[in-house]
């Protein structure tokens, strides 16, 4: 059988959000740099504040090049996806390889980022088979193409008809950098050669982007101390 993705695409506005106090990928969130802006009384007194300016917004453009998720053994490299012509998302062509849909925002900006990829093939499982056993918090790794990586953990799992598929919440806009997995999911529609239904794997950003192959933890020790 065949895992076949049907997603319709809904145009939408990326907007910046608000100021806030705290990072979004932390668990507690820590105070970034700061920009100047200014802020009038009702007195009419014009005052200059400091508005945190969160480090996503200050990475370069850069297209994702690899997806891995530890959790259930995935590890692919990614090729671009566009739009069909009937408005439909593309679909990767090699069964083994997750897409990036190009015309949404990469992964680490503003927005959700949307990674796709089939669920079985005639021969067998495909990229995302394992997909649907994903919890919340388990951790998703997305590689850049100047070899950043940013990190994301699972917020949550959902699968929606096809044709009910709620395009405001996959592909509308965020408040922060986010990202979403989508894989065919439900029953198979025969007569179709499709699944009847999308399952969704909503994620945010877990910290800041750091180069790849960086652990984030205690510098390794020198060779002579080992």
Same mark, same amino acid.
């Given at each position: ?26 668990? *507690? ?56 012509? &009937? ?6 062509? &090699? $069964?083994?390889?997750?897409?990036? $849909? ?5 992964? *680490? ?7 796709? *990829? ?9 990229? $995302? ?8 918090? &388990? ?12 990190? $994301? ?18 592909? *509308? ?15 198979? &529609? ?37």
């Amino acid at each position: 059988m065949v895992g076949l993705l049907a997603l319709l695409m809904s145009a939408s506005t990326t907007t910046a959000p608000p100021a806030s106090l705290r990072e979004a990928g932390g668990a *507690g969130g820590r105070t970034v740099p700061a920009a100047s802006a200014t802020r009038t009384s009702p007195s009419g007194s014009t005052t200059v504040i400091d508005v945190p300016i969160r480090s996503w917004r200050r990475l370069p453009p850069s297209p994702p090049v690899r997806v891995e998720i530890p959790g259930i053994g995935v590890s692919s490299a990614l090729v671009r996806l566009g739009r069909n012509r &009937d408005g439909t998302m593309q679909v990767p062509t &090699d $069964f083994q390889v997750a897409g990036w $849909f190009a015309e949404g925002p990469q992964p *680490g900006q503003l927005g959700p980022a949307v990674i796709a *990829g089939h669920v079985d093939s005639r021969t067998g499982p495909a990229i $995302f088979y394992r997909l649907r056993e994903l919890r919340p918090g &388990d951790l998703i790794r997305v590689t850049r193409a100047d070899r950043r990586e940013v990190r $994301f953990v699972v917020e949550s799992l959902a699968s929606y008809p096809k044709q009910a598929l709620p395009t405001e919440l996959v592909y *509308g806009s965020t408040t922060s950098p986010s990202l979403r997995l989508i894989t065919c999911a439900g029953s198979f &529609d025969r007569a179709r050669r499709s699944y009847r239904d999308n399952l969704v794997v909503s994620a945010v950003i877990a910290g800041d982007p750091r180069p790849r192959g960086s652990a984030g933890g205690p510098p390794a020790r020198p060779e002579a101390e080992r």
